[in-house]
Every structure is written in C-alpha cells, then in structure tokens.
C-alpha cells in the first residue's frame, strides 16, 4: 500500500476480527483474520472461516491477495481456503512472503511446487519480502492489474 497499514505480531493468528482500510476513494482493502496457524479454539477458528466466507461473497470484491509462507507446504487449512477460492470464482494473487529466509535456488524450487500444488499459473505468484523489499514492487504492480483487470 505503500505505507504501513496493517498491524502486525510476532504471534501467528493475533488478528481477531476483519479490519477494513480505505486506500482511495473508491477502494477499500481489507485484512481478514489469518487460519493456519492461529492459536485459537474450534469455535474461534470457525467463527473466521465464516467471516471469510463472507467477505469472499461481496459483490464489489476485487479479489484476493493470499498470504502463504514460501517455507512450508499448502496445509489442510489453505486447502480448505483454496476450495472456497475455487467455489466463488474468486480472482487470486498468491503473494509469497518470507522470501529472504531461502537462498535464490530455495525460493525457484518453492515458487515452483507452490505454484502446482496451487495450481496457479506464474503471473498470480509473487515472491516477497517485507525485510529485504524484495518483490513488494511486484506485488503492487499485480494488485494495481487484480484492481483494474476484473469487471465488477
């Protein structure tokens, strides 16, 4: 977004509620609660699923940037996530965060396997880093495509 907007911790699964940002005067971006490692109770962990759900269902929705850790393999959890993408035709950006905590080799071969365990096609993977930078650029300039490329 180019400044910082959303608040984060060190803590997996903090976010509790859906936290909506207007960017412009026409566009809003909102931060749902994460799922795969959330630390909370069934009843928790659905009551999320159920907001997401929601949100994915909005007329005016854009589509999704999906945050998924370059590190680790797809989980049931964003299997789960994968399908409700599916099922609503939902317009998907896979943006890969921790990208500088694997060498250039690591992240091809990750990007790689995420992108055909996700069966994404190359132009909805981005590689990021907050530390580094790395990739942020990118990512701005396919969120701008997501935005201006679906017909509401």
Same mark, same amino acid.
């Given at each position: 977004?180019? =400044? %910082?907007?959303?608040?984060?911790?060190?803590?997996p699964g903090k976010? %509790?509620?859906?936290?909506?940002?207007?960017?412009?005067?026409?566009?809003?971006?909102?931060?749902? +609660?994460?799922?795969?490692?959330? =630390?909370? &109770?069934?009843?928790?962990?659905?009551?999320?699923?159920?907001?997401?759900?929601y949100a994915l269902?909005?007329?005016?929705?854009? &589509?999704?940037?999906?945050?998924?850790? !370059? =590190?680790? +393999? +797809? #989980? #049931?959890?964003?299997?789960?996530?994968?399908?409700?993408?599916?099922? &609503?035709?939902?317009?998907?950006?896979?943006?890969?965060?921790? &990208?500088?905590?694997?060498?250039?080799?690591?992240? %091809?071969?990750?990007e790689h396997q995420?992108?055909?365990?996700?069966?994404? +096609?190359?132009?909805?993977?981005?590689?990021? #880093?907050?530390?580094?930078?790395?990739?942020?650029?990118?990512?701005?300039?396919? !969120?701008?495509?997501?935005? #201006?490329?679906?017909?509401?």
């Open positions: 977004m180019g =400044r %910082r907007i959303a608040k984060t911790s060190g803590t976010t %509790r509620a859906l936290n909506v940002f207007l960017i412009d005067d026409s566009h809003y971006f909102l931060d749902l +609660p994460g799922y795969g490692y959330a =630390r909370a &109770g069934q009843t928790q962990r659905t009551a999320f699923r159920a907001l997401v759900k269902q909005r007329e005016r929705l854009k &589509g999704v940037v999906w945050l998924l850790d !370059i =590190r680790h +393999p +797809p #989980s #049931s959890d964003d299997r789960a996530m994968q399908d409700v993408l599916v099922e &609503g035709e939902t317009h998907v950006l896979a943006a890969l965060t921790k &990208g500088d905590k694997l060498s250039t080799a690591q992240r %091809r071969t990750r995420l992108r055909e365990d996700l069966e994404l +096609p190359e132009d909805q993977v981005v590689v990021t #880093s907050a530390k580094t930078g790395e990739g942020i650029a990118d990512l701005k300039e396919a !969120i701008a495509g997501l935005i #201006s490329g679906v017909t509401q």
